[in-house]
Protein backbone atom coordinates (compact mmCIF):
# COMPACT_ATOMS: atom_id res chain seq x y z
CA UNK A 1 0.00 0.00 0.00
CA UNK A 2 1.67 3.24 -0.90
CA UNK A 3 1.51 6.42 1.16
CA UNK A 4 -1.29 9.22 0.52
CA UNK A 5 -2.75 11.90 1.74
CA UNK A 6 -6.33 10.86 2.50
CA UNK A 7 -8.92 11.30 -0.66
CA UNK A 8 -11.76 10.32 1.84
CA UNK A 9 -11.20 8.74 5.36
CA UNK A 10 -14.19 6.04 4.49
CA UNK A 11 -11.74 4.62 1.54
CA UNK A 12 -9.23 3.57 4.42
CA UNK A 13 -12.34 2.16 6.64
CA UNK A 14 -13.10 -0.43 3.65
CA UNK A 15 -9.86 -2.21 2.66
CA UNK A 16 -11.74 -5.01 4.22
CA UNK A 17 -15.10 -4.50 2.71
CA UNK A 18 -14.47 -6.76 -1.16
CA UNK A 19 -13.16 -9.90 0.53
CA UNK A 20 -16.17 -9.48 3.51
CA UNK A 21 -19.15 -8.54 0.82
CA UNK A 22 -20.69 -11.90 0.53
CA UNK A 23 -21.44 -12.72 4.13
CA UNK A 24 -20.01 -9.92 6.24
CA UNK A 25 -16.97 -9.39 8.93
CA UNK A 26 -17.15 -12.32 11.68
CA UNK A 27 -19.23 -10.42 14.39
CA UNK A 28 -17.33 -11.48 18.01
CA UNK A 29 -19.11 -11.78 21.07
CA UNK A 30 -20.50 -8.21 22.18
CA UNK A 31 -20.43 -7.46 25.54
CA UNK A 32 -23.13 -4.29 25.07
CA UNK A 33 -26.45 -4.36 23.51
CA UNK A 34 -27.36 -3.79 19.96
CA UNK A 35 -29.55 -0.53 20.33
CA UNK A 36 -29.33 -0.20 16.08
CA UNK A 37 -28.87 -2.23 13.48
CA UNK A 38 -29.23 -2.55 9.61
CA UNK A 39 -26.92 0.67 8.93
CA UNK A 40 -24.42 0.88 6.10
CA UNK A 41 -21.34 2.47 7.34
CA UNK A 42 -22.12 3.76 10.55
CA UNK A 43 -19.52 6.68 10.93
CA UNK A 44 -20.78 9.61 14.04
CA UNK A 45 -23.06 8.99 16.76
CA UNK A 46 -24.32 11.99 18.72
CA UNK A 47 -26.36 12.28 22.30
CA UNK A 48 -28.88 15.00 21.88
CA UNK A 49 -29.62 17.13 25.40
CA UNK A 50 -33.42 15.05 24.93
CA UNK A 51 -32.02 12.24 25.23
CA UNK A 52 -32.27 10.96 21.75
CA UNK A 53 -29.61 8.94 20.22
CA UNK A 54 -28.29 9.80 16.55
CA UNK A 55 -26.45 7.61 14.04
CA UNK A 56 -24.81 9.00 10.91
CA UNK A 57 -24.18 6.53 8.05
CA UNK A 58 -22.03 6.85 4.82
CA UNK A 59 -24.72 5.06 2.48
CA UNK A 60 -24.38 2.71 -0.69
CA UNK A 61 -23.95 5.10 -3.57
CA UNK A 62 -27.06 5.14 -5.75
CA UNK A 63 -29.02 4.82 -8.76
CA UNK A 64 -27.66 8.48 -11.07
CA UNK A 65 -23.85 7.91 -11.79
CA UNK A 66 -20.97 10.87 -11.29
CA UNK A 67 -17.54 10.97 -12.47
CA UNK A 68 -15.35 10.84 -9.05
CA UNK A 69 -11.83 10.25 -7.56
CA UNK A 70 -11.16 6.57 -6.57
CA UNK A 71 -9.01 6.77 -3.51
CA UNK A 72 -7.05 3.66 -4.20
CA UNK A 73 -5.67 4.47 -7.87
CA UNK A 74 -6.43 8.29 -7.37
CA UNK A 75 -8.00 8.13 -11.14
CA UNK A 76 -10.97 9.78 -11.85
CA UNK A 77 -13.71 6.93 -12.48
CA UNK A 78 -17.53 6.73 -13.06
CA UNK A 79 -19.43 5.98 -9.82
CA UNK A 80 -22.68 6.07 -8.41
CA UNK A 81 -24.35 9.05 -6.67
CA UNK A 82 -27.90 8.76 -4.57
CA UNK A 83 -29.39 9.88 -1.12
CA UNK A 84 -28.60 7.06 0.53
CA UNK A 85 -26.79 8.17 3.26
CA UNK A 86 -29.00 8.29 6.47
CA UNK A 87 -29.45 10.09 9.62
CA UNK A 88 -31.28 7.50 12.12
CA UNK A 89 -32.68 8.26 15.89
CA UNK A 90 -33.34 6.02 18.11
CA UNK A 91 -35.76 8.16 20.87
CA UNK A 92 -35.40 7.74 24.41
CA UNK A 93 -38.29 5.40 24.04
CA UNK A 94 -36.46 2.88 22.23
CA UNK A 95 -38.30 3.83 19.32
CA UNK A 96 -36.18 3.91 15.59
CA UNK A 97 -36.40 6.27 13.15
CA UNK A 98 -35.02 7.54 9.51
CA UNK A 99 -34.86 11.63 9.99
CA UNK A 100 -32.54 12.32 7.14
CA UNK A 101 -31.44 11.46 3.64
CA UNK A 102 -27.99 12.22 2.27
CA UNK A 103 -25.98 12.02 0.13
CA UNK A 104 -23.59 9.49 -0.89
CA UNK A 105 -20.83 8.52 -3.60
CA UNK A 106 -19.81 4.89 -4.38
CA UNK A 107 -16.38 4.53 -6.24
CA UNK A 108 -15.39 0.44 -6.82
CA UNK A 109 -15.78 -0.56 -2.90
CA UNK A 110 -15.02 2.94 -1.66
CA UNK A 111 -18.44 4.55 -0.29
CA UNK A 112 -18.94 7.82 1.55
CA UNK A 113 -21.39 10.17 2.58
CA UNK A 114 -22.50 10.89 6.03
CA UNK A 115 -19.45 11.32 8.24
CA UNK A 116 -20.16 12.85 11.96
CA UNK A 117 -23.56 14.84 13.80
CA UNK A 118 -23.33 17.18 16.53
CA UNK A 119 -25.89 19.45 18.09
CA UNK A 120 -25.89 22.78 18.94
CA UNK A 121 -29.09 25.23 20.42
CA UNK A 122 -31.38 22.10 19.70
CA UNK A 123 -30.18 21.68 15.86
CA UNK A 124 -28.55 19.03 14.07
CA UNK A 125 -25.32 19.80 11.88
CA UNK A 126 -23.47 16.75 10.05
CA UNK A 127 -20.51 16.81 8.09
CA UNK A 128 -21.06 15.23 4.70
CA UNK A 129 -18.66 14.04 1.68
CA UNK A 130 -15.52 14.88 0.10
CA UNK A 131 -13.81 17.10 -3.03
CA UNK A 132 -10.87 16.94 -4.68
CA UNK A 133 -8.91 19.04 -7.25
CA UNK A 134 -9.11 16.39 -9.82
CA UNK A 135 -13.15 17.22 -9.75
CA UNK A 136 -12.68 20.39 -10.59
CA UNK A 137 -13.21 23.57 -8.75
CA UNK A 138 -17.44 23.52 -8.38
CA UNK A 139 -18.83 20.90 -6.53
CA UNK A 140 -21.25 19.13 -8.15
CA UNK A 141 -23.10 17.07 -5.90
CA UNK A 142 -25.78 18.86 -3.44
CA UNK A 143 -24.61 18.95 0.31
CA UNK A 144 -20.98 17.16 -0.31
CA UNK A 145 -18.18 18.85 0.78
CA UNK A 146 -19.96 20.16 3.35
CA UNK A 147 -21.29 21.52 6.96
CA UNK A 148 -25.33 20.58 6.54
CA UNK A 149 -27.88 21.45 9.01
CA UNK A 150 -30.91 19.11 9.57
CA UNK A 151 -34.41 20.40 10.75
CA UNK A 152 -37.44 18.21 10.17
CA UNK A 153 -36.17 15.81 7.23
CA UNK A 154 -34.92 18.95 5.97
CA UNK A 155 -31.37 19.67 4.84
CA UNK A 156 -29.85 22.94 4.37
CA UNK A 157 -25.93 24.13 3.47
CA UNK A 158 -24.29 25.69 6.32
CA UNK A 159 -20.37 25.95 5.11
CA UNK A 160 -18.78 24.73 1.57
CA UNK A 161 -15.55 23.05 2.99
CA UNK A 162 -14.24 22.52 -0.65
CA UNK A 163 -14.35 26.36 -0.77
CA UNK A 164 -11.99 26.91 1.91
CA UNK A 165 -9.76 24.22 0.98
CA UNK A 166 -9.45 25.87 -2.57
CA UNK A 167 -8.75 29.61 -1.15
CA UNK A 168 -6.80 28.55 2.17
CA UNK A 169 -5.11 25.39 1.07
CA UNK A 170 -4.61 24.65 5.22
CA UNK A 171 -1.70 22.02 5.05
CA UNK A 172 0.07 23.40 2.19
CA UNK A 173 0.64 20.37 0.33
CA UNK A 174 -0.14 19.84 -3.39
CA UNK A 175 -2.85 17.94 -2.83
CA UNK A 176 -6.06 20.11 -3.26
CA UNK A 177 -8.46 18.38 -1.14
CA UNK A 178 -11.38 18.41 1.58
CA UNK A 179 -13.07 15.80 3.90
CA UNK A 180 -14.58 17.82 6.50
CA UNK A 181 -15.20 14.74 9.22
CA UNK A 182 -15.56 15.39 12.99
CA UNK A 183 -17.71 17.49 13.90
CA UNK A 184 -18.88 19.37 17.80
CA UNK A 185 -19.99 22.37 18.84
CA UNK A 186 -17.88 24.72 20.64
CA UNK A 187 -17.68 26.89 24.22
CA UNK A 188 -17.63 29.49 21.88
CA UNK A 189 -20.89 28.63 20.31
CA UNK A 190 -18.80 27.73 16.54
CA UNK A 191 -18.78 24.24 15.36
CA UNK A 192 -15.44 22.89 14.92
CA UNK A 193 -14.36 20.15 11.92
CA UNK A 194 -11.89 17.98 11.76
CA UNK A 195 -10.90 18.07 8.61
CA UNK A 196 -9.44 14.59 7.36
CA UNK A 197 -7.98 15.67 4.20
CA UNK A 198 -7.31 19.26 4.55
CA UNK A 199 -4.90 17.83 8.03
CA UNK A 200 -6.99 21.08 10.18
CA UNK A 201 -9.64 22.45 11.94
CA UNK A 202 -11.80 24.68 10.55
CA UNK A 203 -14.80 26.52 12.85
CA UNK A 204 -17.76 27.17 11.16
CA UNK A 205 -19.68 29.97 12.50
CA UNK A 206 -23.43 28.36 12.41
CA UNK A 207 -25.15 31.63 11.51
CA UNK A 208 -23.12 32.78 8.72
CA UNK A 209 -20.97 29.90 7.49
CA UNK A 210 -17.76 32.08 8.02
CA UNK A 211 -14.82 29.39 7.79
CA UNK A 212 -11.68 30.18 10.14
CA UNK A 213 -8.63 27.81 10.03
CA UNK A 214 -7.74 27.37 13.83
CA UNK A 215 -5.22 24.29 13.40
CA UNK A 216 -2.98 22.27 11.17
CA UNK A 217 -1.27 19.27 11.72
CA UNK A 218 2.86 18.52 10.40
CA UNK A 219 2.74 15.16 8.42
CA UNK A 220 4.23 12.66 10.60
CA UNK A 221 7.30 10.01 9.70
CA UNK A 222 5.92 7.56 6.95
CA UNK A 223 7.48 4.20 5.18
CA UNK A 224 6.60 5.43 1.58
CA UNK A 225 7.63 8.31 -0.35
CA UNK A 226 4.50 10.57 -0.32
CA UNK A 227 3.73 12.38 -4.40
CA UNK A 228 1.72 15.31 -2.15
CA UNK A 229 4.77 15.88 0.50
CA UNK A 230 8.04 16.61 -2.28
CA UNK A 231 8.42 12.40 -2.09
CA UNK A 232 9.88 12.81 1.15
CA UNK A 233 8.95 9.92 3.60
CA UNK A 234 5.73 11.03 5.57
CA UNK A 235 2.63 9.89 5.74
CA UNK A 236 -0.51 12.37 6.57
CA UNK A 237 -2.16 12.84 9.79
CA UNK A 238 -5.48 12.62 9.45
CA UNK A 239 -7.72 14.76 11.52
CA UNK A 240 -10.83 12.88 13.20
CA UNK A 241 -12.32 14.28 16.02
CA UNK A 242 -12.40 17.52 17.80
CA UNK A 243 -13.30 17.77 21.51
CA UNK A 244 -12.89 20.33 24.70
CA UNK A 245 -11.92 19.82 28.12
CA UNK A 246 -13.53 21.45 30.95
CA UNK A 247 -11.67 24.46 30.52
CA UNK A 248 -12.50 24.56 26.79
CA UNK A 249 -8.60 23.80 25.58
CA UNK A 250 -9.24 21.90 22.10
CA UNK A 251 -7.72 18.43 21.53
CA UNK A 252 -7.60 16.14 18.28
CA UNK A 253 -7.06 13.05 17.78
CA UNK A 254 -5.33 11.74 14.38
CA UNK A 255 -5.88 8.65 12.28
CA UNK A 256 -2.40 8.78 10.64
CA UNK A 257 -2.43 7.77 7.03
CA UNK A 258 -0.80 4.40 5.78
CA UNK A 259 -0.11 1.95 6.46
CA UNK A 260 -1.10 2.61 9.96
CA UNK A 261 1.67 1.48 12.12
CA UNK A 262 -0.04 0.45 15.51
CA UNK A 263 1.36 3.25 17.75
CA UNK A 264 1.69 6.09 15.36
CA UNK A 265 -1.58 7.67 15.64
CA UNK A 266 -2.23 9.72 18.74
CA UNK A 267 -4.18 12.77 20.30
CA UNK A 268 -3.33 16.22 20.56
CA UNK A 269 -4.07 19.51 22.21
CA UNK A 270 -4.34 22.64 20.32
CA UNK A 271 -3.30 25.84 22.32
CA UNK A 272 -5.72 29.36 21.91
CA UNK A 273 -3.08 30.12 19.40
CA UNK A 274 -3.22 27.12 17.14
CA UNK A 275 0.16 25.60 18.07
CA UNK A 276 -0.55 21.76 18.60
CA UNK A 277 1.80 19.43 21.15
CA UNK A 278 1.63 16.07 21.65
CA UNK A 279 -1.05 14.92 24.28
CA UNK A 280 -1.25 11.48 24.00
CA UNK A 281 1.11 9.54 21.69
CA UNK A 282 1.65 6.02 20.52
CA UNK A 283 -2.24 5.10 19.62
CA UNK A 284 -3.43 3.60 16.58
CA UNK A 285 -5.93 4.56 14.03
CA UNK A 286 -7.62 6.92 15.83
CA UNK A 287 -11.72 7.55 14.66
CA UNK A 288 -13.27 9.40 17.31
CA UNK A 289 -12.43 11.07 20.74
CA UNK A 290 -15.29 12.46 23.28
CA UNK A 291 -15.29 13.95 26.81
CA UNK A 292 -16.67 11.50 29.39
CA UNK A 293 -18.62 13.38 32.39
CA UNK A 294 -15.82 11.63 34.49
CA UNK A 295 -13.09 14.14 33.12
CA UNK A 296 -11.46 11.84 30.93
CA UNK A 297 -10.80 11.40 26.93
CA UNK A 298 -12.24 8.35 25.41
CA UNK A 299 -11.57 7.60 22.08
CA UNK A 300 -12.40 4.98 19.63
CA UNK A 301 -9.64 2.95 17.93
CA UNK A 302 -10.70 1.45 14.41
CA UNK A 303 -8.15 -1.55 14.97
CA UNK A 304 -4.82 -2.45 13.52
CA UNK A 305 -3.58 -3.56 10.41
CA UNK A 306 -0.59 -5.31 9.49
CA UNK A 307 1.67 -6.49 6.46
CA UNK A 308 -1.71 -9.20 5.80
CA UNK A 309 -4.29 -6.16 5.94
CA UNK A 310 -6.88 -5.56 8.69
CA UNK A 311 -6.64 -7.64 11.85
CA UNK A 312 -10.25 -8.74 12.51
CA UNK A 313 -12.27 -7.71 15.39
CA UNK A 314 -9.10 -5.47 16.35
CA UNK A 315 -11.10 -1.98 17.64
CA UNK A 316 -11.19 -0.47 20.80
CA UNK A 317 -12.59 2.15 22.83
CA UNK A 318 -9.90 3.35 25.01
CA UNK A 319 -9.78 5.83 28.38
CA UNK A 320 -7.05 8.41 27.78
CA UNK A 321 -6.01 9.84 31.31
CA UNK A 322 -5.42 13.72 32.70
CA UNK A 323 -1.24 12.78 31.85
CA UNK A 324 -2.48 11.60 28.56
CA UNK A 325 -1.38 7.75 29.31
CA UNK A 326 -4.15 5.49 27.90
CA UNK A 327 -6.05 2.19 28.29
CA UNK A 328 -8.23 0.64 27.28
CA UNK A 329 -12.31 -0.05 28.47
CA UNK A 330 -13.41 -2.00 25.72
CA UNK A 331 -11.62 -4.61 22.93
CA UNK A 332 -12.61 -6.94 20.05
CA UNK A 333 -14.72 -4.63 18.31
CA UNK A 334 -15.30 -4.88 14.56
CA UNK A 335 -14.54 -1.87 12.43
CA UNK A 336 -15.27 0.95 15.28
CA UNK A 337 -16.25 4.38 14.18
CA UNK A 338 -18.08 6.48 16.40
CA UNK A 339 -18.99 7.00 20.30
CA UNK A 340 -20.84 9.47 21.87
CA UNK A 341 -21.69 9.34 25.77
CA UNK A 342 -24.61 10.13 28.12
CA UNK A 343 -24.34 12.64 30.81
CA UNK A 344 -24.73 9.47 33.17
CA UNK A 345 -21.97 8.05 31.39
CA UNK A 346 -22.92 5.49 29.36
CA UNK A 347 -21.62 4.89 26.03
CA UNK A 348 -23.15 4.54 22.23
CA UNK A 349 -20.20 2.80 19.87
CA UNK A 350 -20.86 2.39 16.16
CA UNK A 351 -19.25 -0.83 14.88
CA UNK A 352 -18.93 -2.38 11.03
CA UNK A 353 -17.99 1.51 9.60
CA UNK A 354 -17.41 -0.18 6.82
CA UNK A 355 -19.26 -0.33 3.19
CA UNK A 356 -21.01 -3.71 3.74
CA UNK A 357 -24.39 -3.55 3.48
CA UNK A 358 -27.03 -3.60 6.70
CA UNK A 359 -23.71 -4.78 8.48
CA UNK A 360 -23.29 -1.65 10.58
CA UNK A 361 -24.73 -1.60 14.34
CA UNK A 362 -24.66 0.77 17.55
CA UNK A 363 -23.78 -0.99 20.82
CA UNK A 364 -24.90 0.36 24.10
CA UNK A 365 -22.36 0.00 26.82
CA UNK A 366 -23.92 0.99 30.04
CA UNK A 367 -21.31 2.58 32.44
CA UNK A 368 -18.71 2.64 29.96
CA UNK A 369 -16.97 5.57 32.12
CA UNK A 370 -17.13 3.29 35.12
CA UNK A 371 -15.49 0.05 33.28
CA UNK A 372 -12.36 -0.52 34.55
CA UNK A 373 -9.19 -0.41 32.20
CA UNK A 374 -6.61 -2.75 30.87
CA UNK A 375 -3.03 -2.34 29.29
CA UNK A 376 -2.93 -1.09 25.46
CA UNK A 377 -1.99 -4.17 23.29
CA UNK A 378 0.86 -4.84 22.35
CA UNK A 379 1.16 -6.32 18.56
CA UNK A 380 3.95 -6.25 15.85
CA UNK A 381 3.45 -4.74 12.88
Known sequence: MRNR?????????????????????????????????GLNGPQGVVVAADGSVYVIDSGLGGDETTDFVNPETFEVEEGTFGDTARVVRLSPEGEIE??????????????????????????????????????????????????????????????????????NNPDGTTNYESHPYGITAGPDGRLYVADAAANAVIAVDPASGEMTTVAVFDALPGVFPNPFRDNQLLTDPVPTAVAFDA????????LSGAPFIPGSAKVMQVAD??????????????????????????????????????????????????????EVVINGLPFATGLAIDPEGNGYVAINGVAIPNAGMVVYYAGLTDMAGEPLPQMDS
Not at 16 to 27: C, I, N, T
Not at 303 to 314: C, D, H, Y
Request: aromatic letters at 6%; glycine letters at 12%.
Open 5 to 37: ALPALISLLCLAAPALAQDGPPLPELTGEIVIE
Open 247 to 254: EGTMYVSL
Open 98 to 167: EVATLPSVLVGTDAGGGARITELDGVLYATVGAWQGALGDEVTIDHFSAVVAISEGDVENVADLWAHELA
Open 273 to 326: DGAVSDFAPGLTMLTDLQMGPDGNFYAVSFGMFTQEGPVFNSGAVIRILGDGTA
